[in-house]
């Protein structure tokens, strides 16, 4: 047979996580979704569907899921609150749509990609963000559809310490794709942090920090601390270090985390090129994360 010609990973945030942390049921549960995201993911490059279609359904996948930081498990800001980010771009064409804070909207991702496909702007916050996707029928929940017990608890953690905990900082959802047409694309979505002050835009939605793809270097998704990889613009700068320093993927993958690392920040990003290849680095103990070989293997993982 000949080999597959695409490609598709997924990450589920990146943080601490020990195996002495996480409970055998959980971790199954934790795996089951992953592989579930993939597999959403793989059945739209398998028909030979857009990478752009392949993204958007492996993240809305894991946005269902409440084990993850993005859509229905999306953590809690300092007021109780839950204010989303996402962000989709498509490498063929450089288009980009992106949302932030917005507070129910069940399926960010999917408004997202309507910012990309249906409005003249690439990012729509707060309200104006709710607003589009009600004037375009998206699915729109109560507050309370976003409310799961780990996540209050994780709050009161944080509000208590005055610390945020490393344990308390993972589950934003990403994927990249090369679907069979040679085009890339990539996908994040987010809660954000727990505690963050009501406001606070992360990195997911800003294109070229937590997002990017270029058909002409590679696709990018990030998680981790935030604010580092705005200001690293991380997920441009792994593009660029391919686009002109010719750096190889894996290569100029790492350089970027270990640069998140220098400035102080934790996390880990995917990527993968015009080639196919895949990088998944990151700095924490973990990263939920998964993908397909060049052989439509999968793989999924959890701890270093
Ligand atoms: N990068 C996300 C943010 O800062 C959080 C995460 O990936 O854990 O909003």
Redesign the pocket.
Known sequence: MPAKKYALAIHG?AGTMLPEQITPEIERELRAALQRSLDAGRQVLENGGSSLDAVAAAVQVLEDDPLF?AGRGAVFTSAGTHEM?AAIMDGRTLMAGAVAAVKRVKNPILLARAMMEKSPHVLLAGAGAEEFARELGHEIVDEKYFFTEQRWQALERVRATARLSDQD????VGAVALDQAGNLAAATS?G??TNKRPGRI???PVIGA?TYADNATCAVSA????EF?IRAVAAHDLAALLEYRGMPLAQAAQTVIDKIGRLGGT?GLIAIDRAGNIALPFNTTGMYRAFLDGAGASFVGIYR
């Open positions: 945030g930081n980010d900082r993972h589950g934003t987010t954000g942090n992360g990195d997911t937590g998680t981790g601390d935030g990889f996390g």
